[in-house]
């Protein structure tokens, strides 16, 4: 089956359930039931675990389309991939069959790294994991947990019982007792991600370790960090795009009778619409430059990984600016499904690794200047 047979059908029921998704806060479970049984939860897995073998430029691909129906949707998956792709490459001794699992979707995957101590710096815990008889015990308060409560599998982050100012990263499985969503989440935008507050008060084992003692660090920010990204921003370019096409339509047809003109003969709508076509042709270049370069790495790609969700994050902001003020009242008043674009939009920018961290660290990087100095 090729990639289009299994999107269409995806993309369908996500499209028919996003109004209720976002309108009632719900989780988008028939969008992810289906993407169970489509095969795309293993999308980026290689085909000797059983997955699709496909890579960056396909992966920003699909999630582009899907945001461009359902944020939540796209959000869910995107998290699933970012918690899968560090487990397929580190693979935990004790679990030899999850990456199977992750791919034919018996398993829903997500990451538990942000924690209110260290708020949207994912990549340091704060958390501290001791040992007990042998084993390790966990004490972990996440926060902004996609799929929290939903999730069959909990990729988290805590600083190691073993080394001091080391990371690890466990697999929690949802059975386990000690792993409780402890919130609710009441969000502007993406309201159906279920981004939710958790709490792992558990004990694991290093079987249940991805990758080696004291990786974790590196496995956040040498392998999630950049298919996060990468997604994040094709959740950005996804949802700008759909507002684009979306106010396109409404300003070529919406007349003015009293003179006989539609919305887009007014030379401000003209210049209005033309920039955020220019905007999403450029953040969509960078955004096909970046899948590129992650998918074949060169001294440029930690550039690409961190400018592309900036970028995208804030074209986002721009374009569905832009697609709510063309269209004025119709899309105020919820007569156009942009306000539901635009409030998705927003949650990227401020989603971990903000923007402005990204910012900083582009900096950092092309000033010679140490990243996390």
Known sequence: MDLESRLEPVLSVAGKHAATVDSEARFPAEAVLALRSSGLLGLTIPEEYGGIGAGPPEFSDVVSRLAGVCGSTAMVYLMHVSAAMPVVGATPAGLPDLPRQLADGRLLATLAFSEPGSRSHFWAPVSQAKRDNGEVRLDAAKSWV???????????????????????????????????????????GLRGNASAPMRFDTTTSDDARVGG???????????????????????????????????????????????????????????????????????????????????????????????????????????????????????????????????DARAGHVMAPTADALYDFYGKAITGLPLFG
């Open 213 to 343: 003692a004291g990786t974790g660090f590196d496995l956040m920010t040498g392998t999630v960090m950049p298919w996060f990204n990468l997604g994040n921003a094709a959740v950005s370019h996804g949802l700008a795009s759909a507002a684009a096409e979306a106010a396109i339509r409404h300003v070529s047809t919406a007349k003015l009778q009293h003179t006989e003109q539609v919305l887009a003969e007014l030379p401000t709508i003209r210049a209005r619409v033309a920039q955020m076509s220019l905007g999403l042709e450029a953040a969509g270049a960078y955004l096909r430059s970046a899948a590129a370069s992650i998918a074949a790495p060169d001294e440029q790609t930690p550039l690409r990984v961190f400018g592309v969700k900036a970028l995208a994050n804030d074209t986002a902001l721009s374009v569905t600016d832009d697609a709510m003020r063309v269209c004025g009242g119709a899309a105020f008043s919820q007569h156009l499904p942009l306000e539901r674009f635009f409030r």
């Open 146 to 188: 996609t799929s929290a409560g939903y999730a069959d599998l909990y990729v988290t982050s805590t600083l190691s019982a073993d080394q001091d100012g080391a990371i690890d990263v466990y697999t929690i499985e949802a059975g386990d007792a000690g792993a409780t969503v402890t919130g609710s989440f009441t969000g502007l």
